[in-house]
């Protein structure tokens, strides 16, 4: 019995410290020093932090950059922080935090879909409103209405790779690449899913884990199918290897690779092997717009490194959300919801969001880069909305 | 053409194994110890070529530093980490090695970042030659090469020099040995000099091949030679290289059969569960049971 009483012990203090924090939280937002609080799960540490480093720049620059101009309703933003190390019970534990002891109401999600999958159903019941920066799992918005994904869902990105590689580049045999976790064979399914309605033949497919980097095998077999060319899904991490292993073979038709190549890093790694590399879903860097150069030029001095897919989809999460509470004039959850789901031709970093659908999956044409002398080059973009139509349930 | 290609890719995978999985095995023969560690050992090889060939501007002065300094790391490792801790059950120092390796993986992701170090200058993995219209890489190559060497020079030295025939006496028979005047602390230390420096080799090939040196690199190679050793035959040498080669070449071969729904990885263990089932005592192994 021992035990229990230790245990009701440090849950009557915990209980405590969470009302003294709430004390002090209601006098920081005496009117003076207003402050609008958005929860923010990064993964900081763990497997993840590649991603997570980005992401939690790219969020801090996006608060500061609300601030700097004003902040919101005359009031400052302020990111509530927290390290979800990309884990389900850490993501738990830590929506159960923002919730409890920090008050917050308004959350961006930016994390792998293991933290936003367990953190949505918390937040739901609490009516607290997310957006999910760059989780790629289903799941995600099915948790309820209060729930946002500013990325495009696996299986759409795999749709509009098909109708690029079909209808765009006229390439008939495909051999295909995937990794094997959630957001690789989504992805995947998606392509060979709606391969034949634009002329594909899917000629062979072979899968790799996250942990690989030797792919010799695959490499052999794809040299053996001869196809006009490959789709691979796939992370900075393991396409730089596999683009140059493939090339390196004598391999020489065209790779068109799924958003996830979309890092400076990629292009290191696979050197001059990257060139000509399509990535579906990019975003195109060079566009002239005083937001996204400010916001290129920002990141890279604070990370050393220039921000790819993940930084620029989470810096565009913390401003839409700043942005729909002017909107709705409200930091109220429901207020912020309604305005968010009222979202019309906003304009992210990576291109116009021309809204959301009935299951808050985002709307959204798809760009297309390709890797030029070491640059991405912007290479058209998938428009055809009604074949990359998010699911409605 | 297909199959030789294969073939060579199997080969390499499987050579890469060797010198890596090597290195474990002599401790596990000499001291019982599963050296779970020697894949962080396997990564400082793989960081010290990088970095060192990107502030030289020289592959070869990077390789040569990751002999260098690797087994120095290899040696602090026995001294500090297991020798302490051999008078307790070989759990023990089995535990502390693997959370040297969690520690050392952080490490490197704090130092030198979480995104990984490329070469600078990389023209041996992108350099391929074509015999016969089978592709084989120049790092490649030097993987074979390197292999061979390695296990002919194992065997030259620990069958005709004094302190190599005094090193393989200390494995199979400690207290003979220690009667016949050979120092069996020495004989440790000289154990994870030279399996460390094969795994710097082996990192620094792998880095190569990879062009890409992160901070889980040491992850995948270190409960493949875990697996690789027992089906060796723990503590044989000889097992671990044809066990590596076996392993190798059906991680090349399987993707024909089941690329499409099990990765390279999943097909070697699936191998190594049926190949164990049937010889649980390895490859070279005598059944004791």
Same mark, same amino acid.
């Given at each position: 019995?021992?035990?229990?009483?230790? *245990?009701?012990?440090?849950?009557?203090?915990?209980?405590?410290?969470?009302?003294?924090?709430?004390?002090?939280? /209601?006098?920081?937002?005496?009117?003076?020093?207003?402050?609008?609080?958005?929860?923010?799960?990064?993964?900081?540490?763990?497997?993840?932090?590649?991603? /997570?480093?980005?992401?939690?720049?790219?969020?801090?620059?996006?608060? @500061?950059?609300?601030?700097?101009?004003?902040?919101?309703? /005359?009031?400052?933003?302020?990111?509530?922080?927290?390290?979800?190390?990309?884990?389900?019970?850490?993501?738990?534990?830590?929506? *159960?935090?923002?919730?409890?002891?920090?008050?917050?109401?308004?959350?961006?999600?930016?994390?792998?879909?293991?933290?936003?999958?367990?953190?949505?159903?918390?937040?739901?019941?609490?009516?607290?409103?997310?957006?999910?920066?760059?989780?790629?799992?289903?799941?995600?918005?099915?948790?309820?209405?209060?729930? #946002?994904?500013?990325?495009?869902?696996?299986?759409?990105?795999?749709?509009?790779?098909?109708?690029?590689?079909?209808?765009?580049?006229?390439?008939?045999?495909?051999?295909?690449?995937? =990794?094997?976790?959630?957001?690789?064979?989504?992805?995947?399914?998606?392509?060979?899913?709606?391969?034949?309605?634009?002329?594909?033949?899917?000629?062979?497919?072979?899968?790799?884990?996250?942990?690989?980097?030797?792919?010799?095998?695959?490499?052999?077999?794809?040299?053996?199918?001869?196809?006009?060319?490959?789709?691979?899904?796939?992370?900075?991490?393991?396409?730089?290897?596999?683009?140059?292993?493939?090339?390196?073979?004598?391999?020489?038709?065209?790779?068109?690779?799924?958003?996830?190549?979309?890092?400076?890093?990629?292009?290191?790694?696979?050197?001059?092997?990257?060139?000509?590399?399509?990535?579906?879903?990019?975003? @195109?860097?060079?566009?002239?717009?005083?937001?996204?150069?400010? #916001?290129?030029?920002?990141?890279?001095?604070?990370?050393?490194?220039?921000?790819?897919?993940?930084?620029?989809?989470?810096?565009?999460?913390?401003?839409? =959300?700043? @942005?729909?509470?002017?909107?709705? *004039?409200?930091?109220?959850?429901?207020?912020?919801?309604?305005?968010?789901?009222?979202?019309? @031709?906003?304009?992210?970093?990576?291109?116009?969001?021309?809204?959301?659908?009935?299951?808050?999956?985002?709307?959204?044409?798809?760009?297309?880069?390709?890797?030029?002398?070491?640059? #991405?080059?912007?290479?058209?973009?998938?428009?055809?909305?009604?074949?990359?139509?998010?699911?409605?349930? | %053409?297909?199959?030789?290609?294969?073939?060579?890719?199997?080969?390499?995978?499987?050579? %890469?194994?060797?010198? %890596?999985?090597?290195?474990?095995?002599?401790?596990?023969?000499?001291?019982?110890?599963?050296?779970?560690?020697?894949?962080?050992?396997?990564?400082?090889?793989?960081?010290?070529?990088?970095?060192?060939?990107?502030?030289?501007?020289?592959?070869?002065?990077?390789?040569?530093?990751?002999?260098?300094?690797?087994?120095?790391?290899?040696? +602090?490792?026995?001294?500090?980490?297991?020798?302490?801790? !051999?008078?307790?059950?070989?759990?023990?120092?089995?535990?502390?090695?693997?959370?040297?390796?969690?520690?050392?993986?952080?490490?490197? $992701?704090?130092?030198?970042?979480?995104?990984?170090?490329?070469?600078?200058?990389?023209?041996?993995?992108?350099?391929?030659?074509?015999?016969?219209?089978?592709?084989?890489?120049?790092?490649?190559? +030097?993987?074979?090469?390197?292999?061979?060497?390695?296990?002919?020079?194992?065997?030259?030295?620990?069958?005709?020099?004094?302190?190599?025939?005094?090193?393989?006496?200390?494995?199979?028979?400690?207290?003979?040995?220690?009667?016949?005047?050979?120092?069996?602390?020495?004989?440790?230390?000289?154990?994870?000099?030279?399996?460390?420096?094969?795994?710097?080799?082996?990192?620094?090939?792998?880095?190569?091949?990879?062009?890409?040196?992160?901070?889980?690199?040491?992850?995948?190679?270190?409960?493949?030679?875990?697996?690789?050793?027992?089906?060796?035959? !723990?503590?044989?040498?000889?097992?671990?290289?044809?066990?590596?080669?076996?392993?190798? !070449?059906?991680?090349?071969?399987?993707?024909?059969?089941?690329?499409?729904?099990?990765?390279?990885?999943?097909?070697?263990?699936?191998?190594?569960?049926?190949?164990? %089932?049937?010889?649980?005592?390895?490859?070279?192994?005598? $059944?004791?049971?």
């Amino acid at each position: 019995m021992l035990t229990y009483s230790l *245990n009701s012990s440090s849950r009557g203090r915990k209980v405590l410290l969470g009302f003294a924090s709430l004390v002090l939280l /209601g006098a920081a937002s005496m009117p003076a020093h207003a402050e609008i609080k958005i929860g923010f799960q990064v993964p900081q540490t763990g497997p993840a932090a590649t991603d /997570g480093k980005s992401a939690q720049i790219a969020g801090e620059v996006a608060a @500061d950059d609300i601030n700097a101009a004003g902040g919101v309703l /005359g009031q400052k933003v302020q990111l509530v922080t927290y390290d979800d190390q990309a884990k389900s019970d850490q993501a738990m534990f830590t929506a *159960n935090k923002l919730i409890g002891e920090d008050g917050v109401k308004l959350v961006v999600n930016a994390s792998y879909s293991a933290s936003g999958r367990a953190a949505a159903p918390v937040f739901q019941k609490a009516g607290v409103v997310m957006i999910s920066a760059y989780g790629v799992h289903p799941d995600i918005t099915r948790a309820g209405d209060y729930m #946002f994904r500013l990325e495009h869902l696996g299986p759409p990105q795999g749709i509009a790779a098909a109708i690029y590689v079909g209808k765009k580049l006229g390439l008939k045999k495909i051999s295909t690449i995937t =990794m094997d976790n959630d957001y690789g064979q989504a992805t995947m399914e998606g392509f060979t899913e709606a391969a034949p309605k634009y002329g594909i033949q899917v000629i062979n497919k072979y899968s790799y884990s996250l942990k690989d980097r030797q792919f010799g095998s695959i490499v052999a077999s794809v040299k053996r199918d001869n196809p006009d060319g490959i789709y691979a899904t796939g992370y900075f991490f393991t396409a730089g290897p596999l683009v140059a292993q493939l090339r390196a073979a004598g391999i020489t038709v065209p790779i068109i690779g799924s958003q996830a190549f979309d890092s400076a890093k990629f292009i290191e790694i696979a050197g001059p092997a990257a060139e000509g590399t399509y990535i579906i879903d990019s975003f @195109d860097r060079d566009r002239k717009d005083e937001a996204l150069e400010k #916001f290129f030029a920002e990141f890279k001095q604070r990370a050393g490194y220039p921000p790819e897919g993940v930084a620029t989809e989470t810096y565009s999460a913390v401003r839409l =959300m700043a @942005d729909a509470i002017k909107r709705a *004039n409200s930091a109220e959850p429901d207020k912020v919801r309604d305005a968010l789901a009222a979202t019309k @031709d906003y304009p992210l970093l990576e291109g116009k969001l021309i809204g959301f659908n009935k299951l808050h999956e985002m709307i959204m044409t798809v760009p297309v880069n390709v890797i030029k002398e070491g640059k #991405f080059v912007p290479a058209g973009e998938v428009d055809d909305l009604d074949a990359i139509a998010p699911p409605e349930k | %053409m297909y199959y030789i290609d294969l073939a060579v890719t199997g080969v390499s995978f499987g050579c %890469m194994y060797a010198i %890596m999985a090597v290195g474990l095995t002599l401790v596990y023969g000499l001291l019982r110890i599963l050296h779970i560690a020697h894949a962080a050992v396997f990564a400082l090889g793989a960081y010290v070529t990088v970095l060192v060939a990107n502030a030289s501007g020289s592959i070869l002065g990077g390789l040569i530093a990751a002999i260098v300094i690797t087994p120095l790391f290899g040696m +602090a490792i026995y001294r500090l980490l297991y020798e302490p801790l !051999l008078k307790y059950r070989p759990d023990v120092p089995m535990v502390a090695s693997v959370g040297l390796l969690v520690l050392m993986q952080d490490a490197f $992701r704090v130092l030198f970042g979480e995104q990984g170090v490329t070469f600078r200058q990389n023209s041996l993995s992108f350099t391929t030659f074509d015999i016969a219209g089978v592709n084989i890489s120049a790092v490649q190559i +030097a993987i074979i090469v390197t292999t061979v060497v390695v296990f002919l020079g194992l065997h030259l030295f620990t069958t005709y020099t004094r302190i190599g025939v005094g090193w393989r006496a200390t494995v199979s028979r400690p207290q003979i040995a220690t009667s016949f005047g050979i120092d069996p602390i020495k004989v440790r230390y000289l154990n994870f000099a030279i399996g460390s420096a094969l795994a710097a080799v082996a990192g620094g090939l792998v880095a190569l091949l990879n062009n890409l040196v992160d901070p889980g690199i040491g992850f995948v190679v270190s409960y493949k030679a875990l697996a690789i050793i027992v089906l060796g035959g !723990l503590g044989s040498v000889q097992g671990t290289l044809v066990a590596s080669l076996v392993l190798g !070449l059906v991680e090349a071969y399987g993707t024909i059969f089941i690329g499409a729904w099990l990765d390279r990885d999943a097909i070697a263990f699936l191998a190594l569960i049926l190949l164990l %089932m049937i010889r649980p005592q390895g490859f070279t192994g005598v $059944r004791t049971a």
